[in-house]
């Protein structure tokens, strides 16, 4: 005698929750977050018009990662102030330092005090203000700057220093409307910042459409 095992219907396929597409969702934009923080881009805004003309407050900008090596003088460069052109923040505990953590990995820095400025100065370089004509001088030699805002002197300030190995010289376009290196003369560095801190060079502007179009490297570099 023979016996047939009872059938079993075929459990019905089961669709993501929604919550699980979610999950998916998230977990392919932080890849293509990394992807792209890892080889490229990042965007900033123009708070301020102390790189006026070259940049204009209301602007958004993309910012091309560079290497230490690659930064050249004439760069318009966004770069961490933190420590030099701004406060050390305290250090986030608890979620705020998980929040942080995740930004991080996004490309964004709660807290972080970023900054858009020219290199003037390259490691190593003496940058002096200034000559008869008003002109700044690295190493002796004048520095043409047709980026500067019209009416502005190459400086008000006067200084003399030579930038430490592993720093640049960075001073905003607007000379009289922009707090640069020569403000923090006093700061730790003497107003240079550390080319690890650059975050990258400004290739264009993205925002607003009417001004759309890349950002030339200045002339020296």
Same mark, same amino acid.
């Given at each position: 005698?023979?016996?047939?095992?009872?059938?079993?219907?075929?459990?019905?396929?089961?669709?993501?929750?929604?919550?699980?597409?979610?999950?998916?969702?998230?977990?392919?934009?932080?890849?293509?977050?990394? =992807?792209? !923080?890892?080889? %490229? #881009?990042?965007?900033?805004?123009?708070?301020?018009?102390?790189? *006026? &003309? $070259?940049?204009?407050? /209301?602007?958004?900008?993309?910012?091309?990662?560079?290497?230490?090596?690659? =930064?050249? !003088?004439?760069? %318009? #460069?966004?770069?961490?102030?933190?420590?030099?052109?701004?406060? *050390? &923040? $305290?250090?986030?505990? /608890?979620?705020?330092?998980?929040?942080?953590?995740?930004?991080?990995?996004?490309?964004?820095?709660?807290?972080?005090?970023?900054?858009?400025?020219?290199?003037?100065?390259?490691?190593?370089?003496?940058?002096?203000?200034?000559?008869?004509?008003?002109?700044?001088?690295?190493?002796?030699?004048?520095?043409?700057?047709?980026?500067?805002?019209?009416?502005?002197?190459?400086?008000?300030?006067?200084?003399?220093?030579?930038?430490?190995?592993?720093?640049?010289?960075?001073?905003?376009?607007?000379?009289?409307?922009?707090?640069?290196?020569?403000?923090?003369?006093?700061?730790?560095?003497?107003?240079?910042?550390?080319?690890?801190?650059?975050?990258?060079?400004?290739?264009?502007?993205?925002?607003?459409?009417?001004?759309?179009?890349?950002?030339?490297?200045?002339?020296?570099?």
């Amino acid at each position: 005698m023979t016996t047939t095992r009872p059938t079993t219907a075929p459990r019905p396929h089961r669709r993501p929750s929604r919550g699980g597409r979610a999950v998916a969702v998230l977990a392919v934009a932080l890849l293509v977050a990394l =992807v792209l !923080r890892s080889f %490229v #881009v990042q965007t900033f805004s123009i708070p301020s018009d102390s790189m *006026s &003309p $070259a940049l204009e407050p /209301g602007q958004r900008v993309l910012v091309w990662r560079v290497g230490a090596q690659d =930064v050249r !003088r004439g760069d %318009v #460069v966004v770069f961490d102030g933190t420590g030099t052109f701004a406060p *050390s &923040p $305290a250090e986030p505990e /608890g979620l705020a330092a998980l929040g942080a953590a995740v930004g991080g990995l996004l490309g964004f820095h709660p807290g972080e005090s970023d900054y858009v400025k020219r290199v003037v100065g390259l490691p190593g370089e003496r940058v002096t203000c200034c000559d008869e004509q008003g002109r700044l001088l690295v190493d002796g030699e004048p520095l043409e700057e047709p980026y500067l805002h019209p009416g502005d002197s190459a400086s008000d300030v006067e200084f003399d220093i030579e930038v430490p190995e592993g720093r640049v010289w960075v001073m905003g376009d607007h000379r009289s409307r922009s707090v640069d290196s020569r403000s923090h003369l006093a700061a730790p560095g003497g107003g240079t910042i550390a080319l690890e801190d650059v975050v990258g060079r400004v290739v264009a502007v993205s925002w607003p459409p009417s001004q759309i179009g890349t950002v030339a490297r200045g002339v020296g570099a």
